[in-house]
């Protein structure tokens, strides 16, 4: 039996490419009956495969005296065997609770910060944890429950990263019947029987029921897994192409992703809010997918970690926390000549007067100076503000010129509006007001607007068509 099941683990580190010659391995050893079967079985081979063993563990601290018992095995083990051990340990209950992260994800976390603390250290290559067959049908039933990708129904890959698995091709009951032949002692985590853990429960009540509809459900799982994430690194390859063809800096733009088939957007999605520092699960990107494929141009939806995913209008934007913040701008009246300038929106604005005979204007405004009433100010839009544009039909609000141009309802408030005494006589980036358009041969007033990185960072991700008003005689 003990032949039989270390060569069923030699099979599979070689067919799966764990481990290479002179690789240091270290051993994620927590004392129980899967850790220390890994311990002994990769001892075992690790002549056979040129490979240097040894072990490290960590205490949670969450299970009193317990945990130091635990920590007393481990250490009596690897003297008896005759394997370096690292031990670490830590107050997780009490990270937990600064972090507001639940327990056993603040355990994982800490445990494998250690783990890989101890990896360089050691100069180890590879750091082997327990996880075999049952563990691996869990974790597919769970994600199941909770809803997931072909990623999350993949179930646990055999290596990611330098983390290896050699004990996935195993199952619970082998390892115990490996352990009891060797006569090889272990300990029990008490919580391990509480079938008030989603996990527990489903090993104790639901797996055993599935397993008298297939006696192989282990096998079985683990083979289908396997096939899953064939297709999962296929369609991540064509998403990663899909998404260097699509991205910008912080958007994407919706016509192209619609045109995606939605096992590609939806990684196409995943992608775009890693690339602005957050994560997405399956909700969050079917979120996004709604977002681009609705009606409403101005959808936006929250994700974890302070990320906002909203449509402006063509584009989809993925927006931090920290770039999210558009309030308006304080207003400021131009003086007759010269520059001012506008800190919030890193604008600068420059006024100067002349007399052209033949209107040829390029990104500023040019007003008829006699139509001008009293000083121009530049401010964000208000209530109430109305314009009717040169070369345009109909007077309508400032607001419904700016839906009309696709100017992001994010960015109205941020948009500047050019007012003398009588009303609204530009819209940047959109025309002037019909009533101080100028005529070939009038004496005007130029304003020309140039924008520093913080203004190109709001407009130009959004509305690059800037339409100043042109005429020529």
């Not at 495969?49 to 481990?74: C, I, K």
């Not at 696709?406 to 948009?415: F, G, H, L, Q, V």
């Not at 940047?428 to 140039?450: C, L, M, T, W």
Request: charge should be negative; include cysteine.
């Amino acid at each position: 039996m003990t032949r039989q099941i270390e060569a069923r683990v030699l099979e599979w580190v070689r067919r799966q490419g764990l481990i290479t010659p002179d690789d240091r391995v270290l051993v994620a050893l927590s004392g129980g009956a899967d850790s220390v079967c890994l311990l002994r079985v990769l001892l075992y081979v690790q002549d056979i495969l040129g490979l240097q063993v040894a072990a490290a563990h960590y205490n949670h601290r969450l299970r009193g005296d317990a945990s130091e018992q635990d920590e007393q095995f481990v250490r009596a083990c690897c003297r008896a065997l005759a394997v370096p051990l690292t031990v670490g340990a830590g107050d997780v209950a009490e990270a937990a609770r600064q972090s507001g992260q639940g327990i056993e994800e603040t355990a994982r976390t800490m445990r494998y910060a250690f783990l890989e603390e101890a990896a360089v250290e050691l100069g180890a290559d590879k750091i082997a944890t327990a996880h075999h067959a049952d563990d691996n049908v869990e974790t597919v039933l769970l994600h199941l429950i909770r809803g997931a990708s072909i990623r999350g129904l993949s179930g646990i890959p055999p290596c990611r990263g330098k983390v290896i698995r050699p004990l996935l091709c195993l199952e619970r009951q082998e390892i115990e019947a490996y352990l009891t032949e060797l006569g090889q002692g272990f300990v029990e985590d008490a919580t391990n029987a509480d079938i008030t853990h989603r996990r527990n429960g489903l090993r104790h009540q639901v797996v055993p029921l599935l397993r008298e509809q297939n006696p192989n459900l282990a096998a079985t799982v683990l083979r289908q897994s396997g096939l899953l994430r064939k297709d999962s690194v296929y369609l991540d390859a064509l998403a990663e192409e899909a998404f260097a063809a699509l991205w910008e800096p912080d958007t994407l733009p919706v016509a192209g992703f619609i045109t995606l088939e939605y096992a590609i957007a939806a990684r196409v999605a995943a992608l775009a809010v890693q690339a602005v520092g957050g994560t997405a699960d399956q909700v969050h990107v079917w979120q996004i997918v709604e977002i681009a494929t609705g009606d409403d141009p101005s959808a936006e939806t929250m994700l974890p970690g302070g990320i906002t995913v909203r449509r402006a209008y063509h584009r989809l934007v993925f927006d931090t926390t920290e770039t999210e913040k558009s309030g308006g701008f304080a207003s400021v009246t131009l003086p007759d000549s010269g520059s001012v300038t506008l800190s919030e929106l890193g604008l600068t604005i420059t006024v100067d007067e002349e007399n052209v005979k033949k209107l040829k204007i390029n990104q500023r405004f040019l007003f008829q100076r006699a139509a001008i009433c009293g000083r121009i100010t530049v401010r964000p839009r208000t209530e109430g503000d109305e314009i009717r544009l040169a070369g345009r039909i109909g007077t309508k609000s400032v607001k419904k010129w700016m839906i009309e141009e696709k100017i992001p309802a994010k960015d109205r408030s941020r948009w500047p509006i050019f007012v003398d005494e009588m009303g609204v006589i530009a819209i940047y980036g959109i025309g002037i007001a019909q009533r101080v358009a100028p005529n070939p041969g009038d004496e005007v007033k130029s304003i020309s607007v140039n924008g520093g990185e913080t203004w190109k960072k709001i407009s130009n991700k959004y509305y690059t068509a800037q339409r100043p008003y042109k005429s020529e005689s």
